[in-house]
């Protein structure tokens, strides 16, 4: 059967590398901006297992859809002869989520409205509804004269994992977060921190896999309170702490991946540059030789030259496209060299030993 993912902008690539760790039955057809289409025998249950994408559909039928108001009555036709028996079996309500790319004269909604027009001519014992409280979503994505139509499979509760969660300011969605614990290669062997965790969505992602340990902290704290609350009943540990001074010894920590403050809902101001220099030259203190770290952020336009004074090496990036911003995750090494990094302020006490780890 023919599906596809959505995944946020940027991170096509991340989403097919898991499809092909975690789903060997699944072959890789396309990938459009923010879609990965993909076919496979294996069921829904299956593919949720992936944890990059945003959501999942099934591929119903093609159109072929024309560019003009006049044309909205040959896409409901169109759609009217869709066999949606199998469903709408058990749903009483439906709803129709609608994109449009290219030079048309009606809007989205115009042409979602069309579509449940179609939907109700052939089974009027069904309702629409206006909201996607609907017991069946379909969606409609139309590019130029193209028109693709296809089933939601998957609610908000799979891409928040299922589970009820307190959230801070700026917070990562989990799919991103999980993008960026991918990216840190996940190792039973790591000693892993987030230095400014939030609500503790890294940390919650980073459980996913085999570890030795894994920490992080917040200097809010509200967003501290939040992580805590998160996160109780598991492994991971959560301090109140400011990331620019870590009770952490010298190149003791395998890997760091963190969101360092940015946007609308989290800046400093014209501080906020400075203040996310000194974070990263504490996650380089820490990190060992060698370690990894993946940092999220925007208009931080020195952030490649403030890594290589603190002598780490650029791996990768992936450019973001999320919720009208347009951030970026670097991933970087920390690499050798013969005058020693940085030392930590010695009036700090109580580092954690991770050696017994």
């Not at 039955?25 to 879609?35: L, S």
């Not at 589970?163 to 190792?187: E, K, Q, Y």
């Not at 570890?211 to 509200?222: L, W």
């Not at 702490?241 to 400093?268: E, M």
């Amino acid at each position: 059967m023919n599906y596809f993912a959505t995944v946020l902008p940027g991170l096509e690539d991340l989403l097919i590398e898991e499809i092909k760790y975690r789903c060997f039955e699944i072959v890789v057809t396309k990938t459009n901006r923010g879609k990965v289409f993909f076919t496979t025998t294996l069921d829904i249950e299956h593919l949720k297992s992936l944890r990059l994408a945003n959501n999942l559909y099934l591929v119903i039928s093609e159109l072929e859809i024309g560019l003009h108001r006049i044309h909205l009555h040959q896409l409901r036709d169109q759609v009217s002869r869709i066999n949606l028996k199998p469903f709408l079996k058990k749903a009483t309500s439906y709803y129709v989520n609608a994109s449009r790319k290219g030079s048309h004269t009606y809007s989205r909604f115009e042409a979602a409205n069309a579509a449940m027009e179609g939907i109700k001519k052939r089974y009027p014992s069904k309702r629409f509804s206006r909201s996607r409280l609907a017991d069946a979503e379909f969606r409609l994505d139309i590019e130029d004269h193209y028109g693709l139509f296809s089933l939601k499979l998957t609610h908000a509760s799979y891409r928040f994992r299922q589970i009820d969660r307190g959230f801070s300011a700026g917070s990562l969605l989990p799919t991103v977060a999980h993008a960026m614990v991918w990216l840190s290669a996940p190792v039973e062997e790591d000693i892993f921190i987030d230095p400014c965790c939030g609500s503790g969505t890294i940390l919650w992602e980073r459980l996913s896999y085999p570890f030795t340990y894994i920490g992080g902290g917040d200097i809010n704290h509200q967003a501290f309170k939040a992580a805590k609350e998160n996160l109780m009943d598991t492994f991971a540990e959560v301090t109140h702490w400011d990331a620019r001074q870590l009770a952490i010894a010298d190149a003791s920590i395998d890997k760091v991946v963190t969101n360092l403050p940015f946007g609308r809902q989290i800046s400093f101001g014209r501080e906020t540059n400075e203040i996310n220099r000194a974070i990263l030259t504490e996650i380089t203190r820490v990190m060992k030789t060698q370690g990894k770290a993946v940092i999220l952020t925007e208009n931080w336009d020195e952030i490649l030259q403030v890594a290589a004074s603190l002598h780490l090496r650029l791996l990768k990036s992936f450019p973001l496209s999320l919720k009208g911003l347009h951030p970026t995750i670097y991933v970087f090494e920390k690499v050798k060299h013969k005058s020693g990094f940085l030392q930590m302020d010695t009036s700090l006490q109580q580092m954690p030993n991770f050696s017994k780890y």
